[in-house]
């Protein structure tokens, strides 16, 4: 059935993909009723159809996924099945390298650029048996979480093609929503997955730091960024997560350590750590997963609704706050650290040819440039001293929940909304409740929780580096399928 691109709304018709899982797919391909190049067509179909609304796409390479989707229907006839993602389509962000097509990072200063080896990452999606579709529209160089700042143009939201996808992971996100592809890959240095992923509808996942290694990653904030993965659903980000970390490559590493800044994961009798209760990996020894509410106020006054909708999947369970005056500190050393970093990272590009970037970009990059060196000194050092207070979260308590975004997706190009009869601005909104948890470098998921006002909101859910389990069993029961 041939696609219809939109509807009068501007909300997208569903791809091929939408509503359906991995698992089911996989199902569908080893039981004869599906094949990987028929997944494959149906995929670049959809792209075709949907991304002149959608702009999800930098590079859709319909002749390499034909050949490995070809080649993955010869493998499964012949006996080698190389797992769940095997014969799947998927798309992976513009910032992440994969040989033989362009990566333009979503900058003029890359046009043209195509680099000659897989990122790890994709290394391991190709040995999973993943099929790579192409390529997905980045916010330039990462740097915003608002998705509409590209030299390919902004990509749009799929609930209303006015809006933004977030970013920075944007094309990624809309390209999930949409149905055109059933998992893609993205970053994540202060949101960058999750964002996208609660303001289209759909789960991201941002792994502890280091678990999936970021090699051959543009980098914007090296101690900050992670990889993560977007799909429908929960269950679907964590089979991804363990094809990425499995370090299933041939003569290839194994996966990085994940980095624990709260200092209390992997202690006897902790949660998360050897000897623990409900914590631990699995939570069977210790009784239910303790899950706490964090009152996102301590961190950002946002829109009433949202935080309603979500709070009401939860149920009865704890509260938590945060110490007075943590969100405001936590904010500025997340913004030390990630303007100083990226301020390293493009200080010859502005040097030499500032005209390439995005003007928005190139004033927060100036910006960014002049902050004195012993400012990141200092955010290094109250980052090891505010991880005593996200400690102290776990200290009874498994997984942390609020929500992902404190409002919906707002229009595109839009710096400032209107909530509740306030001016809210749009960037620090985004950025609020996402940030903090790669300060720290700890795992968090961000599921589907409703609608308001027709647009979709997210329920984020954290827990320590070990607990990862734990984070996916509470969003399998809070959020059923």
Known sequence: MPLTPRS?????????????????????????????????????????????ALNAFVT??????????????????????????HGLPVAVKDLIDVAGLPATMGSRHFAGHVPDADAVCVTRLRAAGAVIVGKTTTHEFAYGPTGDRSANGPSRNPRDTGRMSGGSSGGSAAAVAAGVVPLAIGTDTG???????????V?????????????GVFPLSRSLDHVGVLAGGAADCLLAYHCLTSGAVPGGPGPAPARDTTGTAGEAGSPGGPGGEAGGPGGEAGGPVRVAWLDPGC????????????RALLGEVAEVRLPEGFGEEVRETYLAVQSCETAEVHAERLARAPELFDPEVLERLRAAAELPGWRYVRALRARERLAGAVAAL?????????????????PLDR?????????????????ALTSPWNVFGLPALTVPAGTVAGLPV???????????PLLFSTAARVTPA
């Open 203 to 215: 789960a991201g996942f941002k792994p502890a730091y280091g678990a999936i290694p970021a090699d």
């Open 60 to 85: 859709v390479d319909a002749a390499g996924a034909l050949a490995a989707a070809r080649r993955a229907d010869a493998e499964l006839a012949a006996g080698v099945d190389r797992g769940p993602l």
């Open 191 to 201: 949101g960058s997955v999750r964002i996208p992923a609660a303001l289209c509808g």
């Open 415 to 431: 710096r400032e909304i209107e909530v509740a009869g306030r001016p809210v601005a749009v960037r620090p909104a985004l950025l």
């Open 299 to 310: 961190l950002f006054d946002g829109d009433r609704r949202v935080v309603d909708t979500v």
């Open 8 to 52: 009068s709304s501007g909300h997208l018709s569903p791809g091929p993909f939408a509503g359906r899982t991995l698992a089911g797919l996989a199902r569908d391909l080893r039981d004869g009723r599906a094949t990987a190049t028929g997944l494959a067509e149906r995929a670049l179909d959809a792209a075709a159809a949907l991304d002149p």
């Open 394 to 410: 776990f200290g009874g308590h498994d997984v942390i929940a609020l929500p992902t975004v404190p409002i919906v997706a707002p």
């Open 458 to 468: 997210g329920l984020q859910l954290v827990c320590r580096p070990g607990a990862e």
